[in-house]
């Protein structure tokens, strides 16, 4: 193998392994953002549900 090639996959290596970490940062990210928003949206989610059942009683 060339050096050039050596080269070219030392890089491709490194740049997949840069890759992984980006998505476990990304994961990571997602996860956090989603465990705080989680109890704002099932509280919305209730919400939306108790005006749409009043609204029918209503009718």
């Given at each position: 193998?060339?050096?050039?090639?050596?080269?070219?996959?030392k890089l491709a290596s490194d740049y997949s392994r840069y890759l992984l970490k980006q998505e476990e940062l990304v994961e990571r990210i997602i996860d956090r953002k989603w465990r705080e928003l989680s109890p704002y949206i099932e509280k919305?989610?209730?919400?939306?549900?108790?005006?749409?059942?009043?609204?029918?009683?209503?009718?």
């Amino acid at each position: 193998m060339t050096e050039k090639q050596i080269a070219a996959r030392k890089l491709a290596s490194d740049y997949s392994r840069y890759l992984l970490k980006q998505e476990e940062l990304v994961e990571r990210i997602i996860d956090r953002k989603w465990r705080e928003l989680s109890p704002y949206i099932e509280k919305l989610i209730d919400q939306k549900v108790k005006e749409r059942m009043n609204y029918l009683q209503h009718q």
